[in-house]
């Protein structure tokens, strides 16, 4: 809860954690091979004829928050609706005023939930689902904002705005909920007999939230369900006032509903060099920035026009555009909310700070395994039998704080190297969300106990857990974690002599980013010689061997170590190379702006038209413009804005 000095409204944060158990599956004894922490008992994947699947078990029926109010009988009920289609770039709301004799509330729906086919399916070209991926589009215009009085059904729209106020003309109370469209279904409601004042996160009207499976393929390479611990964070403004006009009301609760961004000049972040040598946004270079500011603005539009909307998935968008089909969440790889917060910082444009406080939120929350979890013993009272009935409560999940694999659905699969704090740790910092935080470290106590034994301390997740690590000890100055990531440098540098100068094992090429930033940033705060040393010799390596084991996301990843050798040898060698690996990141200029276009597929074809990629020999190629951000962290969000910076300071001296 945030109140604030002088003024009569609160600002709530609730989050509901499920902890039911989602479908009727036979539950089996074990543990999945890729997130197995012992190999005594795995489970199969091959249990697909088990109806128990897709038959719903525990299911949300309602959730959300009430307020007894202490109003007059005779009360007026408020509220905005917008006139326009739901998808409208400007809206026109209208004031809805009911009488408060019976119960009255807003109800905002919107499409059924439909995942779609499985990456399995798009490169197989089989199914055992009879819709397609895109299915939800016929049901865009199933956007319905119902108010009701009654049974009486009042009015209907597309959309809501999120408000409802309830006075009697002497004192009022309002209530609101963010992204009341974006995360339906959502509902407000007055009942003047209870005196209740309720904000439905999930609402009773809306029927039960289903975490069963749709079919038994294999999805993000699993057959499982782990919808068990999902979370989710609802922002809620409460208003009390002295009977204001609804224009004030209006204006309170556009204070979360459509909040305002503080925003220092670019300059300023990246000066600071807290994510080291960035440039800010300019058109300077304008067909580089073109490749980045491109493909924020195909996936925003995407994110709008599928919509990738409703409560479990807002903030997320999909991985793969193929045959004019999204497919797959992408679950934050490679920690797509740290992209668009860095957008953000380079640019000032707000829509990138709302998009990457919605992702951060999202993968917090939903891309997150947040129970069964065991309390931590703080000693809050006095009697000596609280610890001992501590020790007997059950333990957490082992697999507390580690993330969810990029799959059909969000709850279908986990992996032993699956999330990426960098962006909470933004969060945190440039909107002030304590949570993000909270969330962070316990992603961090879960590194601590290293489930995994020493597959916990190789290849991508060694990396991986460095970069998050690092960032966590920069934020906390916990000397826990510092410890943890002073062992697992040492490591990296360990394997670096064992590997001929390369940090990575070839296997993992594309994950440079995880290696350079997180090394750097420890390079930042330690001043430690060896770390520039290893950076500097990595350098020369990805030089003298390009990695190109997984082709073009490899290959466009070691663009960053070239800059880091640059910086530290002072050598135009490094920044040449640099130059010549990134000369394929270049974007011609569009013949029209992202707003102008009228469907996916016209926006689609006008990109490909201006990419200067090459193309993969296989099937796919998903580091094309026309994809998703998922692969687009390892060839341009982390690499351009760090080579704009050099080709800027080229004759800066090395640093010392």
């Not at 809805?96 to 490169?123: D, H, I, M, Y």
């Not at 796919?620 to 800027?648: C, K, M, S």
Request: proline share 3%; charged share 25%; aromatic share 12%.
């Amino acid at each position: 809860m945030h109140a604030y000095a002088g003024k009569t409204y609160v600002k709530v944060l609730h989050t509901m954690t499920y902890t039911g158990i989602p479908d009727k599956h036979k539950r089996q004894k074990g543990e999945h091979a890729n997130i197995a922490t012992q190999n005594k008992e795995i489970l199969s994947e091959d249990t697909a004829d088990d109806p128990g699947w897709t038959q719903p078990n525990d299911q949300i029926a309602a959730c959300g928050l009430q307020l007894k109010y202490h109003l007059q009988e005779s009360a007026e009920v408020s509220m905005p609706l917008f006139e326009e289609n739901w998808d409208a770039m400007s809206l026109t709301q209208k004031i809805e005023k009911l009488g408060a004799t019976k119960k009255v509330s807003l109800l905002q729906r919107g499409p059924k939930r439909n995942s779609g086919e499985s990456a399995r399916s798009l490169f197989t070209g089989e199914s055992k689902k009879e819709n397609s991926a895109n299915a939800s589009s016929a049901n865009k215009s199933s956007f319905k904002a119902t108010v009701t009085q009654g049974k009486e059904i009042v009015t209907e729209s597309q959309r809501a705005k999120g408000w409802i106020n309830v006075s009697d003309g002497t004192r009022g109370i309002s209530v609101g909920i963010k992204n009341f469209l974006e995360e339906y279904p959502k509902g407000i409601e007055v009942d003047p007999n209870s005196k209740m004042l309720k904000g439905n996160i999930w609402p009773l009207e809306n029927g039960p939230m289903n975490f069963a499976r749709k079919d038994t393929e294999m999805d993000g390479q699993m057959l499982g369900n782990f919808a068990q611990g999902i979370t989710k964070t609802t922002e809620f403004l409460y208003y009390f006032h002295t009977n204001q006009t609804d224009a004030v009301i209006d204006q309170k609760m556009d204070y979360v509903l459509n909040s305002p961004v503080a925003h220092a000049l670019p300059e300023w972040y990246t000066s600071s060099r807290v994510y080291g040598n960035m440039a800010p946004y300019s058109d300077k270079y304008l067909e580089f920035e073109n490749g980045l500011q491109y493909k924020y603005e195909w996936w925003a539009f995407n994110q709008r026009k599928q919509p990738w909307y409703g409560m479990f998935d807002y903030g997320d968008g999909k991985t793969y555009f193929f045959k004019d089909k999204w497919f797959q969440w992408t679950n934050n790889e490679p920690t797509v909310d740290f992209m668009l917060w860095t957008n953000f910082m380079r640019t000032g444009n707000a829509d990138y700070y709302h998009m990457a406080q919605a992702m951060s939120r999202h993968t917090m929350d939903v891309d997150n395994i947040h129970w069964p979890k065991k309390r931590s013993y703080l000693g809050q009272i006095n009697d000596a039998i609280d610890f001992w009935d501590f020790e007997d409560e059950p333990e957490s999940t082992p697999y507390l704080g580690i993330g969810r694999r990029h799959a059909n659905e969000h709850w279908h699969a986990l992996l032993s190297a699956h999330v990426w704090i960098q962006g909470w740790i933004a969060s945190y910092y440039i909107s002030a969300d304590h949570r993000a935080l909270e969330v962070a470290k316990m992603t961090g106590d879960t590194y601590l106990k290293r489930i995994w034994g020493e597959h916990d301390l190789r290849g991508r997740r060694l990396y991986l857990s460095v970069l998050n690590l690092v960032e966590l000890y920069d934020a906390t100055k916990l000397d826990k974690y510092k410890k943890e990531l002073d062992e697992r440098v040492d490591l990296m540098l360990m394997f670096q002599k064992e590997q001929g100068g390369n940090l990575l094992l070839d296997r993992y090429g594309y994950s440079q980013t995880y290696v350079v930033q997180g090394l750097y940033k420890y390079y930042q705060l330690t001043g430690e010689e060896r770390i520039k040393k290893a950076l500097l010799k990595h350098a020369n390596w990805v030089r003298d061997v390009p990695p190109l084991n997984h082709e073009m996301e490899s290959y466009l990843a070691s663009i960053h170590p070239l800059l880091i050798g640059y910086e530290f040898s002072g050598q135009h060698a490094f920044l040449e190379e640099a130059l010549a690996r990134a000369e394929m990141l270049k974007v011609k200029k569009l013949s029209k702006n992202s707003s102008e276009f009228d469907s996916v597929e016209s926006y689609n074809e006008a990109l490909l038209k201006v990419s200067n990629l090459p193309k993969s020999d296989k099937r796919f190629t998903n580091w094309e413009i026309n994809q998703g951000l998922r692969v687009f962290g390892w060839t341009h969000a982390y690499n351009i804005p760090y080579l704009l910076y050099w080709l800027d300071h080229k004759e800066q001296k090395i640093t010392k």
